[in-house]
């Protein structure tokens, strides 16, 4: 018998927004206003009552040079954004299928 548990979460999509802040003054997401996109789609998805959708922020994702950056799962489809509208663009095309 194995030791394995799986869980029941089972989310239709899973966004992670990196929010990473460095206090280097090395570029990072969380210094190019990814905190107000990653509640914006908090805000957004809760709104629109977005079902077996989650929403999270990260640490760092490893994409710096392209940040801010958010990624969609189970696609694995990365994003670079400037802003919040074009974080919210991203999210209605992939996650919600509407434009
Ligand atoms: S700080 Fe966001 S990917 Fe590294």
Not at 56 to 79: K, M, N, T
Request: with cysteine.
């Amino acid at each position: 018998m194995s030791d394995e548990r799986r869980l029941a979460a089972g989310y239709a999509k899973h966004v992670f927004f990196c929010t990473n802040q460095r206090a280097d003054g090395r570029r990072s997401c969380g210094g190019c206003g990814a905190g107000e996109a990653f509640e914006h789609a908090r805000r957004q998805l809760a709104g629109l009552r977005a079902q077996g959708v989650r929403v999270d922020a990260s640490g760092c994702l490893g994409q710096c040079e392209h940040g801010p950056v958010l990624v969609i799962y189970p696609e694995s489809r990365w994003f670079g954004y400037r802003d919040v509208a074009e974080a919210e663009t991203i999210l209605r095309r992939h996650v919600l299928d509407v434009d």
